[in-house]
């Protein structure tokens, strides 16, 4: 279960900067992006950049763990409420859900 968890954190970790960078690479293709897309765009690229900041300010003090620990801890409320086999199924579709947001949003965005 510690695993999963901990899985689950460092793609969280790998999703937020991937979306960072993602965004930062469709701001060099503007071509048919409208100013509303753009604004939108920018305004995922700040939530991303927060993120990351984050991220890079939990590493640099060590702090790493906290994240995981809370996690930890929901995980385990979850499985208290559901039971260890559905907390992981739902556990394992937000993650999907985290992932999928993180990378499509910035493209649908560049579509407006």
Not at 13 to 31: D, K, N, R, S
Not at 40 to 63: D, K, M, P, S
Not at 71 to 95: D, N, P, T, V, W
């Amino acid at each position: 279960m510690k695993d999963f968890v901990r899985f689950g954190v460092i793609l969280h970790h790998i999703a937020t900067v991937a979306g960072w960078v993602f965004c930062l690479v469709l701001f060099a293709y503007p071509q048919e992006r409208s100013l509303v897309g753009t604004a939108l765009l920018v305004a995922w690229a700040f939530l991303q950049t927060i993120g990351t900041l984050e991220l890079i300010g939990r590493w640099l003090l060590g702090r790493l763990d906290e994240k995981e620990e809370r996690m930890q801890r929901s995980f385990a409320r979850l499985g208290e409420h559901l039971g260890e086999s559905k907390a992981k199924g739902i556990f394992a579709a937000e993650m999907v859900a985290m992932v999928a947001l993180k990378l499509a949003l910035p493209v649908g965005l560049n579509q407006i």
